[in-house]
């Protein structure tokens, strides 16, 4: 009982922060869900992007490394239908070279996860609200991987 009630406690204070603030937990000070191509590009530097981009079409770009709070991540930008929905950081390594525990950090800034899945080999994460993550660690002989995918959950307009 204990537990649903301090799950119950974090519900409102999480619902209660911007999306668009929750970006700037990964070091993204600067970015917001819906941003264009063109706005990410002057916001972020060492965004470029990935092959050419047609009008109407869905862009996607990127920044080789990100760093934050000691990791080091490929940044994916995923613009459908012009407009900044979804990221996914992806580790060099793994996010175990981090100056922190990267799923007791992400429970610190978005609340607890709702759903843990462990497979033979990797172990999924998720949590959800207004922005939503899932974080991936794979291990496969002994080469492990890190992804964090975080996307703009609210419901359109």
Same mark, same amino acid.
């Given at each position: ?38 706005? =990410? ?22 920044? @080789? ?49 709702? @759903? ?16 939503? =993550? ?24």
């Amino acid at each position: 009982m204990a537990a649903a009630l301090l799950l119950l406690a974090a519900i409102p204070a999480f619902a209660a922060v911007p999306p668009e603030e929750h970006l700037k937990a990964f070091g993204l000070d600067a970015v917001y869900w819906g941003m264009t191509a063109a706005d =990410l590009e002057k916001a972020v530097t060492g965004v470029k992007p990935v092959g050419p981009a047609e009008p109407g079409h869905d862009a996607h770009l990127v920044k @080789d490394q990100q760093v934050f709070y000691g990791c080091k991540a490929r940044v994916d930008f995923n613009l459908p239908r012009g407009k900044l929905s979804d990221l996914t950081l992806t580790a060099d390594a793994d996010f175990s070279t981090c100056d922190v525990n990267m799923v007791a950090y992400i429970t610190s800034e978005y609340g607890p996860t709702y @759903d843990v899945i462990q497979g033979n080999t990797d172990v999924i994460f998720k949590w959800r609200g207004p922005t939503g =993550l899932i974080f991936t660690t794979t291990a496969i002989e002994s080469l492990f991987k890190g992804t964090i995918e975080v996307f703009d959950n609210r419901p359109a307009p």
